[in-house]
């Protein structure tokens, strides 16, 4: 089983950086993708961004203000973030999949974190 601990979510003010991360433990060795995932109230669950096989992919809405990356070993995922805005407002999850270059789609992801909290207020 793999274990997925997100920390770091906080309420900030638009432009503002946050950087929130991913405890990762637990058996990896079939690991092959890592990402990041977020959920508005009333909205559906959305990919931020992802790591995989050297390659990382960010959504459109946030490519030019976040960026994601992995330590060697696999144990901590970031994702940095900045000049964030009040639609950033979400609860994001950290997301593991056996599948190589997963992406962004959610349904591609077999395990996940409980969430942290991030607020952005204007």
């Known amino acids: 089983q793999v274990q997925l601990v997100e920390s770091g979510g906080d309420s900030v003010q638009a432009g503002g950086s946050l950087n929130i991360s991913c405890a990762i433990s637990?058996?990896?060795?079939?690991?092959?993708?890592m990402g990041w995932f977020r959920q508005a109230p009333g909205k559906e669950r959305e990919g931020v961004a992802y790591?995989?096989?050297?390659?990382?992919r960010l959504a459109d809405s946030v490519k030019d203000r976040f960026s994601v990356s992995i330590n060697y070993a696999w144990t901590t995922l970031h994702l940095q973030m900045s000049v964030l805005q009040p639609e950033d407002t979400a609860m994001y999850y950290c997301?593991?999949?056996?599948?190589?270059?997963?992406?962004?789609?959610?349904?591609?992801?077999?395990?996940w974190g409980r969430g942290t909290q991030v607020t952005v207020s204007s």
């Open positions: 997301a593991a999949s056996t599948t190589w270059y997963a992406d962004l789609a959610p349904q591609d992801y077999n395990y």
């Open positions: 790591v995989s096989g050297g390659r990382t």
């Open positions: 637990g058996d990896k060795s079939r690991l092959r993708s």
